[in-house]
């Protein structure tokens, strides 16, 4: 046993040293086009946001482009930071029992998969396992990703008549560009899952996800014109390029108001690890409750929403029932560093990650001794996120819109609840494989409708 814990134990130190030397998370660069996923959508108009041609009058609209699109970046890069993961406890509970002298199966059924139970895999017990969820992100604060609206105004810009006269803003200047979004964003997530029982009482263990994240953005522009002289081809003087101030093309003035621009990414590598230390605090005959804590290293490259940029201190607790049907509640409160993702790729400014508070309860039934049904509720508390709200837009004169949709960001709590359904059959022996889907009930964050599971698991 000794020679075990020393291994994890070092490979826990190499983690946090390695996490602890990592730099800051760069910020998307100005002048060149970045691979990195978290540049995707800040740059997906170009590294310096959303220019237009006229060579004759600056297109102010970038400034508003890049901001308008920050906090999406940012309420993304907070979810995928952290999708959930299956439990690494163990499916097969194994004691001596004496009055047989054998080790046998303490538990008539083979436990819950997104939960945890009381037991812990035994002493001198090992288990292994590995899941693969698909997600497929339709939403984010109920906001539809594929038809996601964002109005980019032009930013105020004084023009002086004359001398002794004071500045005046062109009417030009009130036009704005009208942007509908879509975003394809799907994460591929296989994890690894390593459980050593130190005692009956206690068990480490390690959870080693491994993502394919792929994102790509589509952003169908047009500008609107409300100049009368823009409108009437009637512009003139030095502003005025062909009777129009604003348009995408060059060679067409008059003509090109509408541009489609696109962004794409992909990223693969391991994510955030994951060290379990757990035990058993009241063992009963019928019942029991455990006790522990997770810790998240980040290890995975944030840049590429890979992992999250921060540790992740996790303490929780497991009261579960013993029969057939074996009822289960946890509850466990995460505690998060300091993260780009939570700041500004803008800037590079870091900032805390949001806490959270989760809450799960369900049924695994033994139906027989080779299939165990799992039923669970799970919901998530989301403390002080960076969220989205679609609101009316308003033009850089202040009139109101209503009838047409912006984004805006704020900062609040939310929920996140799903249902999970799946089951556990044991294969032979000790060889077993589970199944289950996660159903959302509610749109709080980044949310896919249905995340399927498949795993495998051994024990020895």
């Known amino acids: 046993m000794r020679p075990i814990c020393i291994c994890f134990s070092s490979f826990f130190c190499l983690l946090l040293v390695f996490s602890a030397a990592r730099v800051d998370g760069q910020t998307c660069p100005t002048t060149a086009v970045s691979n990195q996923l978290i540049c995707v959508i800040p740059q997906l108009y170009g590294p310096n946001g959303l220019v237009l041609p006229n060579k004759n009058h600056a297109a102010h609209f970038r400034s508003a482009s890049l901001q308008n699109f920050a906090p999406l970046n940012t309420a993304i890069g907070q979810a995928l930071s952290t999708l959930p993961l299956a439990s690494p406890g163990t499916s097969i509970v194994f004691k001596f029992n004496p009055s ?205 929403f890979l992992g999250s940029g921060a540790v992740g201190v996790k303490p929780f607790f497991a009261l579960s029932a013993r029969g057939r049907v074996s009822p289960h509640v946890n509850i466990a409160y995460q505690w998060n560093g300091q993260s780009i993702l939570a700041g500004s790729v803008l800037t590079g400014r870091t900032a805390t990650l949001p806490d959270q508070f989760f809450y799960y309860g369900g049924l695994d039934i033994g139906v027989t001794n080779r299939l165990t049904v799992v039923a669970d509720y799970l919901g998530q508390r989301v403390f002080g996120a960076s969220r989205l709200r679609q609101v009316p837009f308003t033009e850089a004169f202040g009139t109101v819109h209503n009838d047409i949709s912006d984004i805006q960001s704020f900062t609040s709590d939310y929920n996140a609840q799903s249902i999970a359904i799946g089951g556990k059959i044991r294969l032979t022996g000790k060889l077993l494989f589970a199944g289950n889907v996660l159903v959302r009930l509610d749109h709080g964050g980044l949310r896919a409708n249905v995340v399927p599971l498949a795993g495998i698991s051994y024990n020895f």
């Not at 396992?129 to 109005?151: C, K, M, V």
């Not at 014109?225 to 003035?253: I, V, Y």
């Not at 008059?254 to 489609?260: C, E, H, I, K, P």
């Not at 794409?264 to 058993?280: P, S």
């Open 100 to 304: 047989l002298g054998v080790v046998s199966s303490s538990q008539a059924s083979l436990g819950p998969i997104l939960t945890e139970r009381a037991e812990t895999v035994g002493r001198h017990s090992f288990y292994l396992g590995g899941t693969y969820q698909f997600f497929t992100f339709s939403s984010l604060d109920g906001i539809d990703l594929r038809n996601l609206p964002a109005e980019f105004k032009h930013v105020e810009f004084p023009v002086s008549p004359g001398p002794g006269k004071p500045p005046t803003i062109p009417q030009f200047e009130n036009d704005w560009i009208q942007t509908r979004n879509s975003i394809d964003l799907k994460v591929h997530q296989v994890t690894l899952f390593g459980t050593y029982g130190l005692t009956n009482r206690i068990d480490v263990s390690v959870a080693i996800p491994i993502l394919d994240v792929r994102m790509g953005v589509t952003s169908q522009a047009h500008i609107v014109r409300t100049d009368p002289c823009e409108l009437n081809n009637t512009c003139t003087g030095k502003f005025a390029q062909s009777g129009n101030f604003h348009f995408f093309n060059a060679s067409d003035p008059l003509g090109s108001t509408d541009a489609v621009f696109s962004n794409r990414r992909n990223a693969a590598g391991i994510g955030d690890v994951v060290f379990r230390v757990k035990g058993v605090i009241l063992n009963r005959e019928r019942w029991g409750l455990a006790g522990g804590i997770d810790v998240r290293t980040p290890t995975g490259n944030e840049e590429n």
